[in-house]
Every structure is written in C-alpha cells, then in structure tokens.
C-alpha cells in the first residue's frame, strides 16, 4: 500500500463527470487500500477516487471519532466504508446547514446546505449491493464525496463565498 497524491481544485481531475466501474479487479482492490491508507494519513473524513486522479466512481470513507477537551462528541464515529458507485436514490426535503472542508480545497471552510437525510446505492469491495439509510455526518460526507464523482467541489454549493475562511488545520492538529 502506498499514499497517493491528492489533488486540488485547480485539477482537471476534479471537474469531470468519473465514469462506473465496471469489474472489482485487484487493481481495483489495491486502489481502495491505497486511498484508505491515503485517509487515514490525513486529518479528514472521506475520500473520492477523483481526488487522486482516477475519474471513476468510487469513495472511501472513514471517523475514528473525535472528541473535545470536555469529551464532547465532535465527529461520531463511522467504521470503514468503501462505496462502488454510489447512488443517491432520494433525499430528505428537510436541510441542514454543516461548515464542510476538503483535502482538495486546502485549509478552506464554508456553510454547505445539503438535505439531513438520503437513500444510497452502491456496491461494496466484494462486488455486494449495498444500500443506505443514512442522516448525520455520514449522509454529509457520503454527499460530499458524490459530488467529487459529479465535478463539484464543496465551495460550489455556497452562495455567499464571503462565508468562506482560511484555517491551517494541520497547525490547528499539531497544536
């Protein structure tokens, strides 16, 4: 396994609509390792296979859970999942709005309302279908990573780019 390049915004990679995969091959498989070793390098939550120049559908995600100094839950914990071209089937009408970052838009931060709730399709590293109902952090992340698969980049969805701010969160990590 090895850690991949992530690219950032100003990438091709990240504009193009990324094709299905057709076979879970080894190289496949060795894709996935290598882009779940690559999330688990970095502070972050999920990752998109055009985040590492493959334009095809598949995402990684992953929470070892975050807590404050009080033990507060910051981010819940979400065990592993690897989804194969995944597919929003529906949405919740009610939205909520999330400060939402990214590996490809570097130390940037903004508002991103998305719907609370969805229904997801995908297929699982075994060829499996898969579906998921799913709110919280995860229907977010899950979200996020689509777009990545469609093209969009998170600071496509906000309006008000004067809501979007600078923070280094590796120097915020390290402390």
Known sequence: MSLLHIYTYKSKYL?????????????????????????????????????????IRIIVIESRGVKDEEGNVVYEHIPLKILINPEIVSSSKEKIEMEEGCFSVPNLFGPVIRPKKIKVIARDIKGKNIKLNTGGLLSRVIQHEIDHLDGIVFTDLINDKKKIRKLDIESEIQG
């Open 15 to 55: 504009r193009r609509k990324s094709l299905p995969v057709d076979k879970i091959s080894d190289d496949i498989k060795s894709l996935v390792d290598d882009m779940t070793e690559t999330l688990r390098s970095k502070p972050g939550l999920g990752l998109a296979a055009p985040q590492i120049g493959k334009n």
